[in-house]
């Protein structure tokens, strides 16, 4: 400051006249230097930038503090994530076998549905099966119940005639008639139809359980057109002793 001040009043200093003007060293500034005042300079210096060196370490070491204290909270906020993570994962696997299991249940109702289903529909094939049996047997039964009415009515009407035909048909054809054993089923022996043996027996079983009569069994065996023949009139004339004739000279002709 010494310096600073000396220089500025030499160049301050009003100009000298030609003859007393000074020479050029006298025109240089002085040297005055103050050690103590460059001294204290220096320990102000000192002092302040140690406070700067001092500022600096302390904010240097709480912004290491800081950063510190922010990884760590970083590092826990991403060890709370992955723990919500896990939890999320095994909630999510727990959901998906939940959504698994509900499909495969899903799955075996609508199988069970559709087994109840093919069920249902068999059952009522089977219940229609089974009404279409009733109404056929009922139409059977229906035609049952006429036949025997109309068997019925025509023994009612031969009724009077039963005995001197039974008597007729035992001495003038050799024939005996016996229950067969099955209901609406008579057998009918013929006898004295083979001349090598006239006590041989030939008969047939004659069927009167549908509307019209059917030869059922013969023995000897006999010719089924011929057979069919005799059948075929019964039906229409409903005379048994044409037939009954019939049968004897068919049975005569195949023991001959």
């Not at 001294?39 to 290491?64: H, N, P, Q, S, Y």
Request: with cysteine.
């Amino acid at each position: 400051m010494a310096t600073m001040t000396s220089f500025s009043t030499s160049v301050m200093r009003a100009p000298y006249s030609t003859a007393d003007a000074p020479s050029m060293a006298d025109s240089l500034p002085g040297i005055n230097f103050s050690f103590d005042e460059l001294r204290d300079c220096m320990v102000k210096f000192t002092a302040r930038f140690d406070d700067f060196i001092e500022k600096g370490r302390k904010r240097i070491l709480a912004e290491r503090n800081q950063f510190r204290i922010n990884v760590a909270e970083l590092e826990e906020d991403q060890r709370m994530k992955k723990k919500d993570i896990e939890i999320l994962t095994l909630q999510s696997n727990a959901h998906a076998q939940t959504v698994a299991k509900e499909a495969q249940e899903l799955s075996e109702m609508h199988i069970a549905i559709n087994t109840l289903t093919v069920q249902l529909d068999d059952r009522a094939a089977a219940r229609d099966q089974l009404k279409q049996q009733i109404a056929e047997t009922k139409k059977a039964i229906a035609q049952q119940h006429k036949a025997q009415q109309e068997y019925a009515r025509y023994l009612d009407g031969q009724q009077r005639f039963n005995i001197h035909e039974l008597d007729f048909w035992h001495d003038y054809l050799c024939l005996r008639i016996n229950g067969a054993g099955v209901e609406d089923q008579l057998k009918f022996v013929f006898t004295h139809v083979d001349g090598r043996d006239p006590e041989r027996e030939a008969w047939f079983e004659l069927g009167m359980r549908k509307k019209e009569y059917e030869v059922l069994h013969c023995k000897p065996k006999l010719e089924g057109e011929k057979v069919a023949d005799c059948v075929e009139k019964l039906n229409e004339t409903r005379d048994l002793g044409p037939f009954l004739k019939g049968m004897r000279e068919l049975f005569v002709s195949a023991l001959k």
